[in-house]
T-cell receptor
Framework: NAGVTQTPKFRVLKTGQSMTLLCAQD?????MYWYRQDPGMGLRLIHY???????AKGEVPDGYNVSRLKKQNFLLGLESAAPSQTSVYFC?????????????FGEGSRLTVL | AQKVTQAQTEISVVEKEDVTLDCVYE???????LFWYKQPPSGELVFLIR??????QNEISGRYSWNFQKSTSSFNFTITASQVVDSAVYFC?????????????FGAGTRLFVKA
């Protein structure tokens, strides 16, 4: 039982390049989230999804896009990376159908934009 | 809008001291959920506790205890007889209804150093 798996774990990009972070969960959870973690700012919600085919904006959605084509996968895309997007990205999922349960996190993906 | 404030950025204690981590939240909803998570130096995020807005009972789990007070919008976390293994960043979080569903927002975290 892998839980929540994020790929890649590390990536270095040049400004303007694009990339996609993949989050996969094998727990049949409805809710999935993408957060970014920056020093002194905690975890900030980028986008989230309440189920397959649905997405919603979080606190800091600009510069990111997401898709939830399959229930088990939640993709985070950066179309044109900027240095301000250098961060550690965490994906999470929740078993609760109402989104009120605790979150299960992946190990994080460290992204550096030069 | 929802907001979670953890005013203590860093706390340093000596082993066996008690320590309280503060969390103050803002919400206009009557139904919401509060959480604490721990992030040890290894980086993973570990769930500690969940509380709903209708349950103000305090909870104790071993050396950990939580004090939920709706009157002051606070959900504080106390570690009794701290140990070096408690050194971590602790996050308070709030989940409430949003247009897209329930979303969970985190505070900035409190870094706890426990010295031997």
């Amino acid at each position: 039982n892998a839980g929540v798996t994020q790929t890649p774990k590390f990536r270095v990009l040049k400004t303007g390049q694009s990339m996609t972070l993949l989050c996969a969960q094998d727990m049949n959870h409805e809710y999935m989230y993408w957060y970014r973690q920056d020093p002194g700012m905690g975890l900030r919600l980028i986008h989230y999804s309440v189920g397959e085919g649905t997405t919603a904006k979080g606190e800091v959605p600009d510069g990111y896009n997401v898709s939830r084509l399959k229930k088990q996968n939640f993709l985070l895309g950066l179309e044109s990376a900027a240095p301000s997007q250098t961060s550690v990205y965490f994906c999470a999922s929740s078993y609760s159908r109402t989104g009120t349960g605790e979150l299960f996190f992946g190990e994080g993906s460290r992204l550096t934009v030069l | 809008a929802q907001k979670v404030t953890q005013a203590q950025t860093e706390i340093s204690v000596v082993e066996k001291e008690d320590v309280t981590l503060d969390c103050v939240y803002e919400t206009r909803d009557t139904t919401y959920y509060l959480f604490w998570y721990k992030q040890p130096p290894s980086g993973e995020l570990v769930f500690l506790i969940r509380r709903n807005s209708f349950d103000e009972q305090n909870e104790i789990s071993g050396r950990y205890s939580w004090n939920f007070q709706k009157s002051t919008s606070s959900f504080n976390f106390t570690i009794t007889a701290s140990q070096v293994v408690d050194s971590a960043v602790y996050f308070c979080a709030l989940s409430e209804a949003d247009t897209g569903g329930f979303k969970t927002i985190f505070g900035a975290g409190t870094r706890l150093f426990v010295k031997a």
